[in-house]
Structures are given as structure tokens and as C-alpha cells.
Nanobody
Framework: QVQLAESGGGLVQAGGSLRLSCAAS????????MGWYRRAPGKQRELVAG???????RYADSVKGRATISRDNANNTVILRMNMLKPEDTAVYYC???????????????WGQGTQVTVTS
């Protein structure tokens, strides 16, 4: 299968920046889409930013102009950088990957355990 290991996050002051990274490992044949989602207290999980294997990117309207997503296909990693953080960016951020593993044939969605980001005003 595919495991996703996240790093980054923590406590950040409003106006500050963050860097979240995620590395996929396991019996990987290929990782297709990768991205970051978040779930704020009392809200549904939402896409923050996603990037395809070919490099097509999409951002949530709420983070456009403040977020940058990038990936390294050779190392199956994805990085999210955000600046001008706001208290409403406070959430648990989850890494997502659509992957094909040798040990579990077929395309499946994989999720990281989540990393807390708290933005203080």
C-alpha cells in the first residue's frame, strides 16, 4: 500500500507563513493526483490545493494568491506553502494521494494522519 508522512504545521501568527510537506512511501507503482485538504472545527473537509502528476494545479478560492503547491514526482513528495495566514486557516491539514501500489492493485485514495495548523490573531 501507500503511506503518507506529513511534516510541518504548528502554531503560527496571523500574517505568517507555513510549509507543509508530505512524502509517499510503500510499494508504489505510481502516484497520480496529490494534494492537501483541511478540516476546520465544525466544518467539512475541503480541498486546499491539488496537483496532478503532469503538474496541473488547482487552489481553493480562499487560498488563491497565498498558497503554492509543488511536487517532486521522482520522490513522491508534495509541498504546500502558504503565506499571509489568517485565523480562518486554522484547521487540521491532510495530505492526499491517488496511488497505485504493487501490493494493492488499482487506484486508491490514501490519506495522511493530519497535521494541526493554528493561526493566532
Amino acid at each position: 500500500q501507500v503511506q503518507l508522512a506529513e511534516s510541518g504545521g504548528g502554531l503560527v501568527q496571523a500574517g505568517g507563513s507555513l510549509r507543509l510537506s508530505c512524502a509517499a512511501s510503500g510499494s508504489i507503482f505510481r502516484i497520480n493526483d496529490m494534494g492537501w485538504y483541511r478540516r476546520a472545527p465544525g466544518k467539512q473537509r475541503e480541498l486546499v490545493a491539488g496537483i496532478t502528476f503532469e503538474g496541473t494545479i488547482r487552489y481553493a478560492d480562499s487560498v488563491k494568491g497565498r498558497a503554492t503547491i509543488s511536487r517532486d514526482n521522482a520522490n513522491n513528495t508534495v509541498i504546500l506553502r502558504m503565506n499571509m495566514l489568517k485565523p480562518e486557516d486554522t484547521a487540521v491539514y491532510y495530505c492526499h494521494a491517488e496511488g497505485f501500489a504493487y501490493s494493492k492493485p488499482g487506484w486508491h485514495d490514501y490519506w495522511g494522519q493530519g497535521t494541526q495548523v493554528t493561526v493566532t490573531s
